[in-house]
């Protein structure tokens, strides 16, 4: 699965995110990528996704309206590596946290002759506060997580609209 591919599928599943800065469980995974040499870390905010252009329109990917789930998205936080001790320590963090952390479930599952990809949920009561996307590929290692505050009507509706 090529890296356009998945961030295609990453904003899809943007709906399913929660906000949740300050937990300890969730950050700790991240916290430890956060500063090593061979990962790229970028973490969008708020405040620059409200700077978005039409955030409050219409905003369109491949026939699906995404306003509705941009402007309940709080934060995305991404880390990548090609390198190979890099992706090593980003696959047995990933694992070991998921394996762990029960609060996590996983949502979706996808592999290829490339890549497995996972995506995990985080709920809060009826809203679902965090969902990571980890990708363990040949080439290589990414993690992507989206913070927010969405329902699982907001997950129908991606997953409807995509469907036509």
């Known amino acids: ?93 990933a694992i070991d946290h998921f394996k762990r952390n029960k609060s996590y479930e996983v949502l979706m599952k996808i592999k290829d002759k490339e890549n497995n990809v996972v995506f995990y949920g985080l709920k809060d009561g009826d809203f679902i506060k965090s969902l990571v996307m980890f990708v363990d590929g040949d080439d290589e290692c990414v993690l992507i997580r989206l913070l927010g505050k969405f329902t699982t009507q907001d997950i129908q509706k991606i997953t409807e609209s995509t469907k036509k």
């Open 1 to 93: 699965m090529k890296t356009k591919n998945l961030l295609t599928v990453l904003l899809l599943f943007t709906a399913m995110t929660g906000f949740a800065q300050n937990d300890f469980i969730q950050n700790d995974l991240f916290n430890k990528f956060a500063d090593h040499p061979d990962i790229t870390q970028v973490t969008i905010t708020k405040a620059l996704l409200n700077m978005v252009p039409g955030m409050t329109s219409s905003v369109d990917m491949n026939g699906v309206d995404l306003s509705d789930i941009m402007n309940k998205l709080e934060q995305i936080d991404i880390f990548t590596s090609k390198e190979n001790a890099a992706k090593q320590l980003m696959r047995t963090n």
